[in-house]
């Protein structure tokens, strides 16, 4: 009788694990392809949309604010009222903070009068909510609360709303206490800055709300929030929660094939637009979300794109990212109507009482004997000039004459552009600007109307622009916001100058626009600009 050999199963097994890998690789790679796809992403958007609207429906009366900027594609403009600037850097693990930079005091006022809000934002996978709803926010309410207390008197401390609210399925006790341990030094720096700390009669308290909420579960006093004795932040997260992509196509219950479109769901689908929106905004979605809903996967990139050369062109620098359209909205950039000029169809925002007026204009924008009338100075960032040998533009840029306006012209072009080239002509372009400036604003002669007007103005209203504002006050004005006439008086304050004092200017400028915050790295070449002696502003 003959042995039979055993059967050799070890380059079999190989083989069905490679084959097994290659097929999970295969299969993992296809959906992240598809969770990029602009077809899931906006089918993914409204899907999440219509939770959102549910939310609106059940309580109409509380103020709906997108939380900028991956909330703006969750909300309908018509139900949304204002925009807010919170960021989950600030709640991140060990950095936890109150930005003073991004205070979000602008939509106080309006929750107030709306008895509450609901603030929407939200996050991809492997979280049920971002970090902006689970911990800054709640920081926000501690903080507002705890500062109001300490500044007026009220909120009662007693309250059981009063204090800090993170939500317990996500953040652990010791995290909370980590937080909660940080909130009285947050409220001294808020109390210690150049920002209104709003009256508070009753505390702020966070409610926080995701697809995976039992509605039925939410506290009755959000059925008539005005009458309780507490201002509800309802936190919503619009996504549903998927905790690995790679299910998505092999459990519908996920959501990977919800209709008869066959999408597949992406949770977070509006974080991170640069990278699949292909141009296109909240509000152009908002305003052509059936069209687009309705088309064809293969044709929808196509539609997209032709979509955006079309309100390119056709809108020109009118053109907005996002615009709340409910009734009552605050606008789009926070600012409070109070601070408008009146007869600027662009919202010119006021940094407070000093006649400095900030805005947004292409670099190509004419303006009009209207916009000139209005102005004293109008200091404007244009596109940057081509002159003939200039082999090496940014080694050259420090020697390069920026502006080429004459001093009896309202218009003082600068061209600069919102970049590192930007950056460097920081140094010979704000001196002269800054000091043209001052001549406006201590001439009683060049005064339209009661006071001189100076507005100044870039592509987006931001970095080029809110920088030379920050600049412009930290030069001009006293930590009381008053004009320094006398010029002993201002040299002896240019010398004086501190990162603080541009610290604060800055505070002044966000409590006027919040959205004209400059990035930091033009903060720090301002800070290199007044605080150097090589480079202070010339004498006037």
Known sequence: ??????????????????????????????????????????????????????????????????????????????????????KSTDGHTHQWSFSLKRSNLHVVPAILRAGGAIVVDSTRRGKSMPDALSKTIPVWCAVLNAASQRKYGVPTSESEAFGLHTPTWMIPPSE?????????????????????????????????????????TLPSSLANATATEIVPIVLLSASRFISDSAKLDSNPTEGAETDAKGFVYVQGAGDDHENWARGLTPDLFWQHNEALLACEKDLLEEAVDNLVKHHSTASGSSAHWFTPRAAGSEPSDGADAADRLAGTPEGDVEVGDT??????????????????????????????????????????????????????????????????????????????????????????????????????????????????????????????????TADESKREHELALTKDTTRRRLQWLVSASPRAAPSRAFLLRVNELLLSHKHKPAPT
């Open 1 to 86: 009788m003959t042995n039979t050999e055993p059967a050799d199963t070890s380059a079999t097994s190989a083989a069905s694990a490679k084959r097994a890998a290659c097929s999970q690789w295969t299969h993992s790679d296809r959906i992240k392809r598809e969770s990029r796809h602009i077809f899931n992403k906006l089918h993914s958007i409204a899907a999440d949309a219509d939770f959102v609207r549910r939310i609106h429906h059940r309580h109409p009366s509380l103020l709906v604010t997108a939380n900028l900027r991956c909330g703006a594609w969750y909300t309908d403009p018509a139900i949304t009222s204002a925009v807010s600037y919170f």
């Open 355 to 484: 006649g400095i007026f900030i805005g947004a204009r292409t670099a190509e924008h004419d303006f009009s004997p209207n916009e000139r009338t209005l102005y004293n100075l109008i200091v404007h960032f244009t596109s940057l000039p081509s002159p003939a040998g200039l082999s090496d533009f940014s080694s050259d840029l420090a020697a390069l004459d920026v502006s080429d306006s004459d001093a009896t012209s309202s218009v003082y072009p600068l061209h600069m552009s919102p970049n590192k080239k930007g950056l460097l002509a920081i140094r010979t372009a704000f001196s002269p600007a800054i000091a043209r400036a001052y001549r406006t604003l201590v001439d009683p002669a060049s005064a339209v109307g009661s006071r001189p007007k100076i507005l100044v103005c870039c592509q987006d209203g931001k970095d080029l622009s809110g920088s030379l504002v920050v600049a412009i006050l930290a030069a001009c004005f006293t930590d009381s916001r008053q004009l320094i």
């Open 176 to 216: 909370h206490d980590q937080i909660r341990a940080r909130i009285d030094g947050f409220v001294a720096a808020l109390l210690d800055s150049d920002l209104d700390v709003p009256r508070l009669d009753k505390p702020l308290q966070p409610i926080f709300v995701t697809p995976q909420t039992d509605l039925d």
